[in-house]
């Protein structure tokens, strides 16, 4: 089945330059010992907002340098077809950006930035599934002062190609559904999944299809997870195993830390973690590929927090240190989407999905995944994801969760490719019950026997 198309709009190569003034002016402010930042808006998403670096005014931006992504859209084809909505009453469609010196932030209810100027882009985005288009690459002038004090603002905005491959779950993950692939109104059953406990005493054992292990690869679960009985409250051995429509197993996500109670709290705390393996298959056997660690973040956004790593395989010696590929926070309340896109990943590192930044081991290169038992390792770091990776929606506390799984086209070379996506979107979203307080119960597929009879 084809892809379904997609169109990432991005926002880069931000930079100002503000001339010194002969004389002091209330609207000219010198961003030197000022921070700026800009808020960038397009019709009917988030607001997003980005840093907007300071040059010496004498300077040339040097566009063969490349800098930053500040912000991306990633628009479907329903959006694009929404955007493009003709009307009588409707303006041509632009991106607006507003700059502003200062620092981010409100101070008791008001911003504290202040604002320099706007800029606004028109979009025409007729035509950006099949080709890339740029829409501005340059400076511009922003203000109101005379001619030749007014700051100038450099930025490129630009529309790329993003097809992508769409699975929906039919059902909650831990109730083991089908997952469909959709392609515009059309949709096929691709995979099943198998929601399970995994006992203590047989911690290798995913699937009848793979219940013969070598005897060396009988260790690797417990360097990546501790199985060991821990007193108090926890959530351990939750397991969901990705089947083709063979029935083969072609992808498994095992939880192996589990979710434990801080101690004096009833919440999965930061410092101490429950965490995923996402396997594949090969030799026989499930090969680590990723680990997910997830927690409850403490404060006032209470959220889902979450690290994703990609697990590279040393030359058949399993190795715990991983390269980090996604962190941020999830509402746990509201949902929102996890996402792996490296689009952000030069120079400064990358930024979430709800804007906070990865850590600087993020732009270390990774490898694509290749088929079932060759994963391309031994060639990193030559191979690398590039760009949007994957995204996966995810429904917050106490709601029907059904998640959509988006892949980039390029990072799909196989049906275990996709399959671990799906596995790992599985693991996200039972993340969020894993981490529910332990002061609330989980309903009754998310609890072993012994747990119901107590």
Known sequence: ??????????????????????????????????????????????????????????????????????????????????????????????LKISI????????????????????????????????????????????????????????????????????????????????????????????????????????????RSLQSEAGSSRSWLSSFGSERERPGKERKGWSITVHDLSGSPVAAASMVTPFVASPGSDRVSCSNPGSWLILRPGD???????????????????????????????????????????????????????????????GNGGVGSNGRATPGSATSPVCSPKGSGDYGYGLWPYCVYRGFVMSASVEGEGRCSKPTVEVSVPHVNCTEDAAAFVALAAAVDLSVDACRLFSQRLRKELCQQLELLG
């Open 1 to 94: 089945m084809d892809p379904c198309p997609f169109v990432r709009l991005t926002v880069g190569n931000l930079a100002l330059k503000i001339p010194v003034a002969s004389k002091p002016a209330r609207s000219v402010v010198h961003p030197s010992s000022s921070p700026c930042f800009c808020k960038i808006k397009l019709k009917n998403f988030p607001l997003q907002n980005a840093v907007v670096p300071f040059i010496p005014p004498d300077s040339n931006f040097p566009d063969s340098q490349v800098q930053p992504i500040a912000a991306t859209f990633h628009l479907s084809k329903s959006d694009l077809d929404r955007l493009a909505g003709k009307s009588i009453f409707a303006k041509k469609l632009c």
């Open 100 to 207: 502003y010196t200062g620092r981010r932030g409100t101070t008791c209810g008001v911003n504290s930035g202040r604002l320099l100027g706007k800029v606004s882009v028109p979009l025409d985005l007729a035509g950006t599934i099949a080709k890339a288009t740029v829409f501005h690459n340059g400076w511009i002038t922003v203000g109101k002062e005379a001619k030749g004090s007014s700051a100038q603002f450099h930025l490129n905005v630009k529309a790329e190609p993003d097809p992508r491959f769409v699975f929906q779950f039919d059902g909650e993950p831990e109730c083991s559904p089908q997952v469909f692939q959709i392609q515009g109104n059309i949709s096929q059953p691709v995979f099943t999944c198998k929601f399970s406990f995994r006992n203590t005493g047989d911690r290798n054992q995913r699937s």
């Open 284 to 346: 026989g056997t499930w090969k680590p590929w990723g680990r997910l660690e997830a927690w409850r973040e403490r404060g006032g956004s209470d959220g889902l927090g979450y690290r994703f790593e990609l697990i590279p395989d040393t030359n058949g010696g399993m190795s715990a240190a991983g390269i980090v590929l996604a962190e941020s926070t999830l509402s746990t309340n509201k949902g929102g989407k996890f996402v792996i896109d490296l689009s952000s990943r030069c």
